[in-house]
């Protein structure tokens, strides 16, 4: 069982930046891919990034550019940094980490971008 925590989500004005954090109740251990992804009201959702195992992250094209993920070994945690925010970047943001076999979710964080 692994429990992922997140946290770092809130209100920024457009152009802003703001860094998620997802932080896993033990160590994982490979083959695996750790990643994030939204839902806005009303839509269903998406993929935003994800980073595997071995290193190789996959973007959305909507955040490509803007939105880096990275990882801490040693703390269990994966961080989402987010830039140059946009107001349909506004959703709640879910930690997601694939095993061979099953996945797990965090609770989500809402991210908020308006004036």
């Known amino acids: 069982q692994v429990q992922l925590v997140e946290s770092g989500g809130g209100l920024v004005q457009p152009g802003g930046s703001l860094r998620l954090s997802c932080a896993a109740s033990?160590?994982?251990?490979?083959?695996?891919?750790m990643g994030w992804y939204r839902q806005a009201p009303g839509k269903q959702r998406e993929l935003v990034t994800t980073i595997t195992s071995g290193g190789r992250t996959n973007y959305a094209d909507s955040v490509k550019g803007r939105f880096i993920i990275t990882r801490d070994n040693a703390k269990n945690t994966v961080y989402l940094q987010m830039n140059s925010l946009k107001p349909e970047d506004t959703a709640v943001y879910y930690c997601?980490?694939?095993?061979?076999?099953?996945?797990?979710w965090g609770q989500g964080t809402q991210v908020t971008v308006a004036s």
């Open positions: 997601n980490v694939a095993l061979s076999t099953r996945e797990y």
């Open positions: 033990r160590s994982i251990f490979s083959p695996y891919v």
